[in-house]
């Protein structure tokens, strides 16, 4: 079965500052993909950037990027010139991409970011 | 893009009342929907999988008695917590998703319901 780690149970950063999201997995697949979903206390789920296992490329979504080493399966998220409307919950999510595989998000436990103004 | 509504946002209900919560995709037809529990200040633990006309399939420990889901048509999964007691208040939150198995579209979540057993 697929796990997502992360390792940082909250995080703070400067407003205007840059902070990384930590997250590894653990998979035996070799195509799939990875979400990073944003839970502000709306409570609301937003996904921030996506990355599919087979491109090397690394995502970017204008201040969110991702470092995405599938060797290492790690996985961790940028955010460049932090708002304070970027405090939220940051959930790491798994998915298969296997045809017939489970479609379903496996997430880590998440981590809490505050910026600080 | 993709709209998923879920509804109520909050229900306060006496312990042994069942429950029906509603998400509906809104410019997409869903294939696939996905209900899910979180505690507070907790991950989301997926409950279980619905396609549109067929059982859903229960993710281990979640009494299928207990959640009732049906998904009667692409647009529209219910979720339905039968005599409810104050251990099932949590955060409710459904996701929705189209298109074939290990296709790329991401899921799309409703905005969650709060729901209080006294």
């Known amino acids: 079965a697929q796990t997502v780690t992360q390792s940082q149970p909250e995080m703070s950063v400067q407003e205007a500052e840059t902070v990384t999201l930590s997250c590894t997995y653990d998979?035996?697949?070799?195509?799939?993909?990875l979400f990073w979903y944003k839970q502000p206390p709306s409570r609301q789920m937003i996904l921030v950037i996506r990355?599919?296992?087979?491109?090397?490329q690394n995502a970017t979504e204008n201040r969110f990027s991702v470092n995405f080493q599938k060797a290492a399966k790690s996985f961790s998220l940028k955010i460049s010139d932090s708002q304070l409307g970027d405090a939220a919950m940051y959930f790491c999510?798994?998915?298969?991409?296997?045809?017939?595989?489970?479609?379903?998000?496996?997430f880590g436990k998440g981590t809490k970011l505050t910026v600080n103004p | 893009g993709a709209v998923v509504s879920q509804h109520p946002s909050w229900v306060i209900c006496k312990s042994g009342t069942s429950v029906k919560i509603e998400c509906r995709s809104l410019?997409?037809?869903?294939?696939?929907m996905f209900w899910y529990r979180q505690f507070p200040k907790q991950s989301l633990m997926l409950m279980a999988t619905?396609?549109?006309?067929?059982?859903?399939?229960?993710e281990q420990g979640v009494e299928k008695d207990k959640f009732l889901i049906n998904h009667a048509s692409l647009t529209l999964s219910t979720l339905t917590v039968t005599s409810a007691h104050p251990e099932d208040s949590s955060f409710y939150i459904c996701?929705?998703?189209?298109?074939?198995?290990?296709?790329?579209?991401?899921?799309?979540f409703g905005d969650g319901t709060r729901l209080s057993i006294l």
């Open positions: 619905s396609n549109e006309g067929s059982k859903a399939t229960y």
């Open positions: 999510a798994y998915r298969s991409a296997n045809q017939g595989g489970s479609e379903k998000l496996v």
């Open positions: 990355q599919e296992a087979y491109k090397q």
């Open positions: 998979t035996s697949e070799s195509d799939y993909y």
């Open positions: 996701s929705a998703s189209w298109g074939p198995s290990g296709a790329t579209q991401p899921q799309h």
């Open positions: 410019d997409f037809q869903a294939t696939t």
